[in-house]
């Protein structure tokens, strides 16, 4: 059959587009809309998979943890009370690993195309910070009470962008920022290594309009998670100009901290923003998470071992059991705690295992490679996903697509251009 089909033998240029459209189309349609492009990529290499004669489905160690916790997420449903609720959630889970054996399958066989899965990942996230950064001019209204100015002057509450991704949401909109942001900052050092010197005033313009759309965006854990990415940038770029540019690059470093900590200091608005962060039960928002974290630690006690099922409106039908009067919740606004509930202690121990394996195997290559395009595309990858699972402590927007279809390609890239 693949020897007399042209559409078979060309099969794979049909699957890269349909994955780039999956993250174009993250940018403003709908959850649904997203999952279909998805949906095709994973059929396509369904097919490829039975039809190719060459091609071959293999592991890596740490994906042998992920698929331990897809069958662990299985067991969970079966046992689920609230099974057909709990079905919705395991297909998207089902979609997002698919998604991911999918394009780390691609990539193993292209790993020339993974800069062009980076350049898409890093216009659209372009993209969203020019609309973001134009959105700061109008001083869009809160759709919802997404902020505490109970004890601020009306001068001093951000107006918080929300971009175009669907549902309007900051939090969301800067988890996306986040997740993309590293790919936008690589692009500075990708434009030195090739001496494109477009390339780098590119990038470099790109850099900061992110950072102010992302302080912006008024998402306190994406602020830290956006330190945490510019720590581990510099950590990772310490290998390449620390022995020869050791005084240009600690003054470099020493700019870009205290721009940031001005900027902290001196824009009454942010630093209250930001001081929120540590004000404990005197936020109203941060007091609704204590609560939400109280409730579900109760609901993982009692079911610590397979969870309630997976999925968001599984999780607030079983909330609602547990809940403090006037607290409903759609998550545990914490991606570890919400594994937990949902599907079990031994599920979180393996996609903590993956994770551990994962970052492991990229710190590994980043340090003993010297192929310094493969090295970039690793930490890019690896910030990112970093990025991500810092954010994951304090809100749970990872589970959104638009977070996890990058993710996931992240964590692909990583699995495709490692040996082992």
């Known amino acids: 059959m693949y020897e007399n089909s042209v559409f078979l033998q060309k099969i794979d240029w049909f699957i890269l587009p349909f994955i780039l459209l999956t993250f174009i189309t993250s940018t403003f349609m709908s959850s649904d809309a997203i999952g279909f492009f998805a949906l095709i990529v994973m059929f396509l290499t369904f097919i490829k998979l039975l039809s190719k004669p060459s091609e071959k489905l293999s592991f890596k160690s740490f994906e042998i943890w992920l698929i331990a916790y897809f069958m662990i997420v299985v067991i969970s449903l079966a046992g689920s009370t609230l099974f057909s609720l709990s079905l919705k959630g395991f297909f998207k889970t089902f979609v997002y690993l698919g998604f991911y054996f999918s394009v780390a399958q691609y990539l193993k066989a292209h790993k020339n195309h993974t800069l062009w899965l980076l350049v898409v990942i890093g216009i659209c996230t372009s993209a969203e910070v020019v609309a973001g950064f134009l959105q700061t001019f109008v001083h869009p209204e809160a759709i919802s009470t997404w902020q505490d100015t109970s004890r601020l002057n009306p001068e001093d509450v951000i107006s918080r962008v929300y971009g175009t991704l669907q549902p309007l949401?900051?939090?969301?909109?800067?988890?996306?920022?986040?997740?993309?942001?590293?790919?936008?900052?690589?692009?500075?050092f990708y434009g030195a290594i090739k001496k494109n010197l477009c390339c780098v005033i590119t990038g470099i313009v790109l850099t900061v309009l992110g950072v102010f759309t992302i302080f912006q965006t008024g998402c306190r854990g994406a602020y830290l998670a956006l330190m945490l990415s510019f720590f581990c940038a510099f950590l990772i770029s310490a290998k390449f100009f620390w022995n020869t540019y050791k005084k240009l690059y600690i003054s470099f470093i020493s700019t870009i901290i205290i721009m940031m900590f001005s900027a902290i200091t001196f824009v009454s608005a942010l630093r209250h923003r930001f001081l929120s962060i540590f004000a404990m039960r005197n936020d109203s928002s941060n007091s609704f998470r204590f609560n939400v974290y109280h409730s579900a630690i109760q609901m993982f006690q009692d079911n610590w071992l397979l969870g309630i099922g997976v999925g968001n409106k599984n999780f607030r039908e079983i909330y609602g059991l547990y809940m403090r009067t006037g607290f409903d919740a759609l998550s545990a606004y914490n991606i570890y705690l919400e594994i937990a509930v949902e599907s079990?202690?031994?599920?979180?121990?393996?996609?903590?295992?993956?994770?551990?394996?994962?970052?492991?195997?990229?710190?590994?290559?980043?340090?003993?490679?010297?192929?310094?395009?493969?090295?970039?595309?690793i930490s890019v990858s690896l910030v990112s996903i970093l990025a991500i699972c810092f954010h994951g402590f304090v809100d749970t927007i990872f589970f959104r697509p638009q977070l996890q279809f990058v993710f996931w390609t992240f964590a692909a890239v990583i699995s495709a251009n490692i040996e082992k």
């Open 169 to 188: 949401n900051p939090n969301l909109f800067g988890g996306y920022l986040i997740a993309g942001f590293p790919v936008i900052l690589g692009s500075v």
């Open 344 to 377: 079990g202690i031994f599920a979180l121990i393996a996609f903590l295992g993956f994770l551990f394996l994962l970052v492991k195997k990229a710190v590994s290559y980043i340090v003993n490679s010297s192929n310094f395009e493969v090295v970039l595309f």
